[in-house]
């Protein structure tokens, strides 16, 4: 059977996001102008619009997934992303992520430390006709300090910690969204920087596979 891809974005867009409280205009009509099955190995694109994340790659620190459609959705609505807007994604993996970013911010940089995965995307988003995202190959932790400030920076995948390096990248008044916590006690923050300093939220809960690179530190108790 041969799959209808648009209508399973359509149905994606109904019965994922709209459902999960996402009603921001030009983010849902980003979410239906990026075929999610162009990224992801073809042996899943059966799964590609499935209510969960979607695994792109195994490497030897763990797997790689395209965060499921709502939280994804969810923390974009959050960052409160505008058109001229330069914005980090922190683990874009093949690309996905940046494609949608790309409809609704002005400027994408996405940063990825596998070079499979960063080649992919490379390839992928041109041959979608996306001119406004730059992938560069560096450490997930370290951001991408050469291209800041930033006015977002999104993190693709849960975290223990966010390092304070990325926080020195965003500009004054700029946001950074992230689901902090494993399992089903991951929180997706909003994090916003005013005057130099960092303050935080809980917005929602979300339950995404974490992204290597950002496991807290074990520290000695005495």
């Known amino acids: 059977m041969t799959l209808n891809f648009e209508d399973l974005r359509i149905k994606m867009v109904d019965n994922q996001l709209r459902t999960t409280d996402v009603t921001d205009k030009p983010l849902l009509q980003a979410f239906l102008d990026v075929p999610r099955e162009a990224f992801v190995p073809s042996a899943r694109m059966p799964l590609a619009y499935i209510d969960d994340d979607v695994l792109v790659s195994t490497t030897q620190t763990g797997g790689r997934y395209l965060m499921q459609p709502s939280p994804f959705a969810k923390l974009l609505q959050l960052a409160n992303i505008q058109p001229g807007d330069a914005v980090l994604d922190v683990g874009c993996a093949t690309g996905y992520s940046a494609a949608v970013l790309s409809r609704i911010a002005g400027s994408v940089v996405g940063i990825e430390s596998e070079t499979d995965l960063a080649e992919q995307a490379r390839s992928i988003l041109p041959s979608l006709g996306i001119e406004n995202v730059e992938v560069i190959q560096g450490a997930l932790e370290n951001g991408g300090p050469s291209r800041a400030p ?3 920076i999104i993190i ?43 303050s935080g939220r809980s917005a929602f809960n979300s339950a995404v596979k974490p992204l290597p690179g950002f496991e807290k530190v074990a520290e000695f108790e005495f």
Do not use: W
């Open 150 to 152: 930033y006015d977002v």
């Open 156 to 198: 693709e995948g849960s975290v223990d910690q966010v390092p304070g390096t990325l926080f020195e990248q965003l500009k004054d008044g700029g946001r950074l969204v992230v689901v902090e916590g494993s399992g089903n006690a991951g929180k997706s923050m909003i994090y916003l920087k005013n005057d130099g300093i960092v």
